[in-house]
């Protein structure tokens, strides 16, 4: 039999291939890898990954940002609270990382936006003021009931002025909140109404957002602040919740001996010298009169007890200061001393 097929061959296969018929269902049956294999880890569900949105900060370190700002939270309550005379609750509602892009499109224009730079830290910040819960605080601060306008618009310079002070106390609180993880120095930068004009890093730069809840009576607003991570860069390596617990309890026992330090020059001690001591009788003590004379224990030359309290502590010679009298403290006086 030839190798080589003859045309008439070949017709007649390509004939018999080019019939109509039904496809033929072929059945594969496919065994149940193992859970330990590798085949069984490559069929675990998907997630869907957005590359615009890089996860620059694990969880540990939101949860130590968390509570960071929820600190934060607390302190700047109670500025605001007597600044404005009424009560006032600031509370963390969410943090979330996002591009910079992202937080300018979900602004509304007008807004109320300050800008402020955080040295030692290179780099600017935005802190946004919901202009609703704003005029809220101007009102307060007019002597208003603390009523938001239903009409939004631009603050005047008197309204920015006035604001600036609320602002200027809000970044205090800031420092005093990351005094924990870094001495900062919030300051001032800028002010903007139009997010758009509010460029403090790349579009596409990573930044860690922050969502308050501000409540004014019966008045609810928001802040939000927006940290770029080229900003906070260099201190994630102290955002570890065990350093952080370590630091806060190491810097909390230095304000504490520090703050007690304090108190204790604070308070008045009193100081006296004893010139000397003798004893008599009752009888002579009843019969004592101006001009007479008590004998002491003690020599002209003998060095005097400068005592703390009631406590000896020193051992001093009598002199003058000017036209007032003193004493010099020669040396301190043992325990075997102290009777």
């Given at each position: 039999?030839?190798?080589?097929?003859?045309?008439?061959?070949?017709?007649?296969?390509?004939?018999?291939?080019?019939?109509?018929e039904p496809?033929?269902?072929?059945?594969?049956?496919?065994?149940?890898?193992?859970?330990?294999?590798?085949?069984a880890?490559?069929?675990?569900?998907?997630?869907n990954w957005?590359?615009?949105?890089?996860?620059r900060?694990?969880?540990?370190?939101?949860?130590?940002?968390?509570?960071?700002h929820?600190?934060y939270?607390?302190?700047?309550?109670?500025?605001?609270?007597?600044m404005?005379?009424?009560?006032?609750?600031?509370?963390?509602?969410?943090?979330?990382?996002?591009?910079?892009?992202?937080?300018?499109?979900?602004?509304?224009?007008?807004?109320?936006?300050?800008i402020?730079?955080?040295?030692?830290?290179?780099?600017?910040?935005?802190?946004?003021?919901?202009?609703?819960?704003?005029?809220?605080?101007?009102d307060?601060?007019?002597?208003?009931?603390?009523?938001?306008?239903?009409?939004?618009?631009?603050?005047?310079?008197?309204?920015?002025?006035?604001?600036?002070g609320?602002?200027?106390?809000?970044?205090?609180?800031?420092?005093?909140?990351?005094?924990?993880?870094?001495?900062?120095?919030?300051?001032?930068?800028?002010?903007?109404?139009?997010?758009?004009?509010?460029?403090?890093?790349?579009?596409?730069?990573?930044?860690?957002?922050?969502?308050?809840?501000?409540?004014?009576?019966?008045?609810?607003?928001?802040i939000?602040?927006?940290i770029?991570?080229?900003?906070?860069?260099?201190?994630?390596?102290?955002?570890?919740?065990?350093?952080?617990?370590?630091?806060?309890?190491?810097?909390?026992?230095?304000?504490?001996?520090?703050?007690?330090?304090?108190?204790?020059?604070?308070?008045?001690?009193?100081v006296?010298?004893?010139?000397?001591?003798?004893?008599?009788?009752?009888?002579?003590?009843?019969?004592?009169?101006v001009?007479?004379?008590?004998?002491?224990?003690?020599?002209?030359g003998?060095?005097?007890?400068?005592?703390?309290?009631?406590?000896?502590?020193?051992r001093?010679?009598?002199?003058?200061?000017?036209?007032?009298?003193?004493?010099?403290?020669?040396?301190?006086?043992?325990?075997?001393?102290?009777?």
């Open positions: 039999m030839s190798d080589v097929l003859t045309q008439e061959e070949i017709n007649a296969l390509l004939s018999t291939y080019g019939k109509d496809d033929e269902v072929v059945e594969v049956s496919v065994a149940s890898p193992d859970a330990s294999s590798p085949a880890r490559v069929n675990k569900p998907l997630k957005d590359f615009r949105k890089p996860e900060f694990s969880k540990e370190q939101l949860r130590t940002l968390q509570m960071l929820e600190t939270a607390r302190y700047a309550s109670t500025s605001l609270s007597v404005l005379r009424t009560q006032v609750k600031l509370s963390l509602v969410s943090i979330d990382q996002a591009i910079y892009d992202e937080f300018v499109s979900s602004l509304q224009n007008p807004s109320a936006i300050y402020f730079r955080m040295p030692p830290l290179e780099g600017s910040a935005i802190l946004e003021i919901n202009m609703g819960i704003a005029f809220c605080m101007i307060r601060m007019l002597g208003g009931p603390g009523k938001a306008r239903m009409r939004v618009r631009e603050l005047t310079d008197i309204e920015r002025t006035l604001m600036r609320v602002v200027d106390r809000l970044l205090s609180d800031l420092g005093a909140s990351w005094v924990q993880l870094a001495e900062i120095r919030p300051e001032y930068e800028d002010y903007e109404t139009n997010p758009q004009f509010a460029q403090i890093v790349p579009p596409h730069d990573p930044v860690v957002l922050l969502s308050f809840e501000v409540k004014i009576g019966d008045t609810f607003g928001s939000n602040m927006c770029p991570y080229s900003v906070i860069q260099p201190v994630t390596g102290k955002l570890s919740a065990q350093r952080w617990f370590m630091e806060s309890t190491r810097k909390g026992l230095s304000r504490r001996s520090q703050l007690e330090q304090n108190m204790l020059r604070q308070v008045s001690v009193p006296k010298v004893k010139l000397g001591g003798c004893e008599v009788t009752m009888r002579d003590v009843l019969n004592l009169e001009g007479d004379i008590v004998k002491l224990d003690s020599q002209v003998d060095e005097l007890v400068l005592c703390i309290g009631d406590l000896p502590k020193f001093c010679v009598p002199g003058a200061e000017g036209k007032s009298l003193a004493v010099q403290i020669t040396r301190l006086i043992s325990p075997e001393e102290v009777p």
